[in-house]
Structure formats: C-alpha cells, structure tokens
C-alpha cells in the first residue's frame, strides 16, 4: 500500500492514560522542550474507544472513550504535527457491543443474528454433537485449529427463547451471574414468603462464592429448582471478545464504517489487530487461511485507500512460516516481532550474526517495516522459532536453543511467559514472554541505550514503547493483580507526574531523547542504508541522503556506542555513549 501520507519519523506508543490520568497528560508531556521534535507519529492504544476488557482490544463501540479522551487533545496532537494510528480490531467485537446486545435480546429475529460465527452451525456435518450442545470438530479439524487458549474456543450464548447456543470465541470469555431478588421470585406465590427468602439466600451464596448454584438443595421446594436455574440463567451477564462472521456483509458495512471513522479522528496508520483469525474454513486451519485471507485483506485495502489511510497487518507466526514475506511482499507494511528477540541476543550474547541476517533480508527484499522493543503486548519469542512444512522444516531466525536461552534469561530476570495450548488443554508452544525491555535487558541502562540506537537505525518506523523511553522496570504487584490474565500488567505502569520528573532527570531518558530527535530528523534516514564489515561484536550502520550522512558504531561486548552525523551543511557532530570500559 502506498504510504504517501505517512511520515518516516518516530512513532511514540501508549495508552491514552499511560500517564497521568488522561489522554491530554500525554498531550501535556508532548508539548514539553524535551520532547520538541522528538515525535512524529502517535499510536494510541484503544482504550482510546469505547470497550471493557483486555486493555481496550474489546471494543463496544468506535467511538471517543469521553472519560479518557477529548476532541481538545486530538486537535493540540494536530498542532503538533503528530499523526495517529489506531487499530482496527477485525477478528472480534465486544459482547456489549450493540451488535451482541441486540441478538442477545431479539435472537433470531436480530438483524446481527448472523454478525457473529454460530460454531454448530459452522462445523455442521463435521463432527460429532457433545453432551454439553456443541459440536466437536473432528480430529483432522481439531489437529488445524490454532488455539489461544486451552479448550474450544466457544462461549455458550442464552437466547429469548431460553436455549444455549455456542458461538466462536478465540479469545476472552467470562460469564457473571446476579444474584437473584426478591422481585425475581414473587410470581412462585405457592413457595412461602419466609422459604422464598431462604431460597435467594442459599442460591446467592453460591454464587458469591464462586460456586455451582444449579444443585443448591431448596429442601421441600426441590422441585422448582429448574424455574429458579432458569431465573438465574436469564440474568446472565458476559464478559468476552466475540468473533466475527466475515460471510456476513452487515460486518464488511461495519469495517467501512469504521475505518471511515478512524480517519475522521485524524488516523492515517491502522493496525489490522488480529487479522489473520478472520478467515474461518472447515478443513483448513483458523489461522492466515488462503486464498481467503488475501481476499479479505484485498477487499479492507480498497477501505483503506478510499479514506486514504495504510494498513498495518499484526501477525504472530513462526519466522519458518515466511507469512511475514507473504504480507511485504503483497505491498503492506509488517510488524517487526523478530527485532525485540534478535536485539536480546546480540546484546546479552555480544554478535551480530543473527541481527545481521535479518537486516540483510529486510534490504535484499525491500521489506517495510514497523519496529519496536516492547509494547503493550509481550516480547515475542514464537515469531523467532523455524517450522515444519510439508517440503520439510523451514529454518527460524535463531535455532530453538537459542529462543530457550532468551526466555530463561527473561524469566532469571523477573519476566513472566505466555503459552499456546491445544485443544487438550496442554501447552504446544511457548509464545510470548512479559516484561519491559528494560528488565528483559538486566536493568542495564547502557544495554537500553545501545538498544534504541539500533533500533532507530534499523530499517522501518520506529515505534517507542512510552514505559521503556523511561527505562520501567517490571510491576510484579500489577501482574500479580491481574490474576492468570495478568502478564502483561507487568509492562504497563501508569507514570505520575512525579515519576515523569524524576524520569527527565535521568540520563538514559535524555540519551534515549536526543538520539529519537535525530532520527526523527535527520534527511538521512529518508536515504539508503549500508551496513559495514565489522568482526561479530561489532556494528556499523550507516545512513545517507543528499549529502546528510549519519553512522552508528557500536561495540556489543561493552556495548560502547557513537552516532556521528554529518550534515549536508552545517558542523559535523558526534555524540558518545561509552560503554563501562
């Protein structure tokens, strides 16, 4: 896709109250001296919408979450100069989303009725009907799905009419129940008033604690526990991020309305978040699908272009796999999910020979990127990893050793990791390990700078990640409140004020803001790249363009590092970031 409106800059990423407590904190600290041309693109992570759960990638509806944004602060970002990329959150939409509210209450007379995936319907004629009401796929089809989490992906859904129907849920789920009231239980007049009291007492008792409430022992009254399951049930409440059935043109309707929207708030760069689950097909995998993802993909591209934006699709697959040059190579920008893990082993190991390999790919394929250290997500490690195809196994960009080694050295560090299970249950593959880069590199300050220095100067956007701008280090407390879903907390400190002083006051924040200015900059890194002949740990990166040259050397033994940038006109400068020795 054509990037002509898209800045080659430095991208700043968090959430809209990653500091302070507003989005206009951030604007605040945007508008400070010490970040004066520092930043030229913004990413704003969706809590910037309406949504419930999982940090905001449960949207209800696109549109100003007013408790935390305001149509002020997107104009000062305008004054600013700063560009905007938001996502769009194509696999999944909210159960509190109009759509699900709407079938949730009218059921098949909903017009969304088929917004979402019915799973038995999908899977109709492919398996085997459970004692539980759902479909099981069969073993050929359950050995393809790609599971995010243990089980079938599945939430049962109550309809008016009283049934249970399962719909296709890949990632969060959570079901609430209320507990009952007097008013709930008045039409059972045959029960006395004292005994209905009894009732409400010993079944909200279960249920506050977490309990099964369906064989509560209502004594002499035992036969209507149904009726009172039933009163239960109905009260029902979700949680959950619903797939969406792209069959259904009322969901293409939807995507273009958004994305018109996503322009009106000043968007230019969209992140398709989890694009590669949408093409759903018996017989093949949920995962990157073909042709049929490329059809999607080509269809939300003509979206795009219409309200001039370029997409970003995020995809985490296994390097053996090669989706990544499928994606650059059909014209579209790709997420660097390989740098972050590339960078750990360079620095902490002192080489450059798997960094190099894949600096070489990114320029012999003239592949784009969006690159980054961390992010609000987690330090990829499954990206790194090879994969076994049917013309035999496809080398990763480290051996698997290698990507072990990296998440014990996390993990020895403080860091906690993600998994993916089968249908089984059981763990098939780690996936990401939490932590902020800072604490992922040893709480090493100059590690960090040596890391950014890289970073910039590799090929593609840079996107800075804000907690690790201020070297963060890991919140084991948040992490521990999140629960199971609580590993990526660790990376996710909100800054006060205070800590945003202290911040600026420090020399790894500084160092981190004069080398982003320069890359934000400098016409050189509009230019050509060339990478010198250096022993394995050493670097040498040179960028060009009319006459403004800018070199990057580094030792990663010590990790000692100079930027020297020559302008085309004006006094040559070095700036020195010496390592220990």
Known sequence: MSDRSLPNGVLFNAYPDSIGSRLSDTVSLLQRP?????????????????????????????????????????????????????????NHLSVRSPQF????????????????????????????????????????????????????????VRFPDGSERPYWNTFYQQINYRGLEPLDVRHLRIIPEEERQRIIHKVNARIDAGEDFRDVDLGPFQDYLPQIIDIVESKRRYLGQMDLNAESEAVWAFYAETLKRLADFGGKLIRLDAFAYLHKQPGLSNFFNTPGTWEYLDRLKGMAEANDLTLLPEIHAQYGKHLHNAVAEAGYRIYDFFLPGLLLDALDQGRNTYLLRWIDEIQSQGIHTVNMLGCHDGIPVLDLDGFETEEGYQAGLLEKAEIEAIVERVLERGGRVKNLFGP??????????????????????????????IQLFMPGIPQVWYLDLFAGKNDYAAADRGGAAGHKEINRTTLSDDMVEAGLRRAVVLDQLEMMRLRNSAPAFDGVLQVGDTPANALEMTWSRAGDTVTLKADLEDHGFTIHHSPAAGEARTYAYPGPG
């Not at 449960?58 to 002020?72: D, F, K, P, Q, W």
């Not at 038995?120 to 050995?143: C, R, T, Y």
């Not at 390990?433 to 950014?452: C, H, I, M, P, W």
Request: proline share 3%.
């Open 424 to 453: 089984d249950g059981k763990k098939i593959a780690y996936y990401q390990v939490n932590a902020t880069y800072f604490s992922a590199l040893g709480e090493d300050e100059q590690k960090l700078r040596l890391a950014r220095a």
């Open 34 to 90: 010490e970040f004066q041309g520092v930043f030229s693109l913004f990413y704003i992570l969706p809590t910037f919408f309406q949504s419930d759960l999982d940090r905001g990638f449960s949207i209800n509806r696109y549109e100003l979450n007013e408790e935390l944004v305001s149509e002020a602060d997107l104009q000062a970002l305008k004054r600013l100069g700063i560009v905007l990329k938001f996502d769009l959150v194509l």
């Open 101 to 156: 509210l709407d079938m949730l209450q009218k059921g098949d007379q909903s017009r969304y009725r088929d917004f979402f995936i019915d799973w038995n319907k999908f899977w109709e004629g492919e398996g085997e009907m459970s004692d539980e009401g759902s479909i099981v796929p069969n073993q050929a089809h359950l050995d393809r799905l790609f599971m995010r989490k243990p089980g079938l992906p599945i939430l049962f």
